[in-house]
T-cell receptor, first 121, second 109 residues
Framework: GAVVSQHPSRVICKSGTSVKIECRSL??????MFWYRQFPKQSLMLMATSNEGSKATYEQGVEKDKFLINHASLTLSTLTVTSAHPEDSSFYIC?????????????????FGPGTRLLVL | GQNIDQPTEMTATEGAIVQINCTYQ??????LFWYQQHAGEAPTFLSY??LDGLEEKGRFSSFLSRSKGYSYLLLKELQMKDSASYLCALMDSNYQLIWGAGTKLIIKP
């Protein structure tokens, strides 16, 4: 159980184009999904948190107009990198969490998708 | 505020046992997670502790002491495939994950 898929796994695009990445929880309903970015040999960096049916909460320094997040259902969230530039090239990883509370428990575990490697030329 | 510390890198021998420590400071606590991340791949969930004590799962065990702000991940019968980064993550009172920088574990034959 607790499988999260991500598509595409790898994408190469030209500078100035937009890229959409999908994240799906396959066997559970995710009230919250998270989008991370990771540069080579660096730590995970949380970009934004999205709750189903509401606007995403972006971390400081992450441009919400550039990284559009939609979490329209309990099993799907999308990240669109708009007008991508070479500096946006990175490993983008989503994670999904079933729920939180009322008592701390396994339902709060974040399960990660396999990641999307983006290369902007 | 919150703070998590874990060693940057550790080396161990195939077949041996290794313990990766994680210490933390936080005002609110809703559990501590360990994840494994192989180079070039996304993290995979290993364990979750919210109560004090040891949780055993095959070759991997995780321990938590909330009063000491301390956790460790114990890996037994090390295999070459265990070479990876091990990430300690704290869930705070807002159910947000605070990530450690990760410990790179190198297994030698």
């Amino acid at each position: 159980g607790a499988v999260v898929s991500q598509h595409p796994s790898r994408v190469i695009c030209k500078s100035g184009t937009s890229v959409k990445i999908e994240c799906r929880s396959l066997d559970f309903q995710a009230t919250t999904m998270f989008w991370y970015r990771q540069f080579p040999k660096q730590s995970l960096m949380l970009m934004a948190t999205s709750n189903e049916g509401s606007k995403a909460t972006y971390e400081q320094g992450v441009e919400k107009d550039k990284f559009l997040i939609n979490h329209a259902s309990l099993t799907l969230s999308t990240l669109t990198v708009t007008s991508a530039h070479p500096e946006d090239s990175s490993f983008y990883i989503c994670s999904a969490r079933q729920s939180v509370g009322p008592q701390a428990g396994p339902q709060e575990t974040q399960y990660f998708g396999p990641g999307t490697r983006l290369l902007v030329l | 505020g919150q703070n998590i510390d874990q060693p940057t890198e550790m080396t161990a021998t195939e077949g041996a046992i290794v313990q990766i420590n994680c210490t933390y400071q936080t005002s609110g606590f809703n559990g501590l997670f360990w994840y494994q991340q192989h180079a070039g791949e996304a993290p995979t969930f290993l364990s979750y502790n919210v109560l004090d004590g040891l949780e055993e799962k095959g070759r991997f065990s995780s321990f938590l002491s909330r009063s000491k702000g301390y956790s460790y991940l114990l890996l037994k019968e090390l295999q070459m495939k265990d070479s990876a980064s091990y990430l300690c993550a704290l869930m705070d009172s807002n159910y947000q994950l605070i990530w450690g920088a990760g410990t790179k574990l190198i297994i030698k034959p």
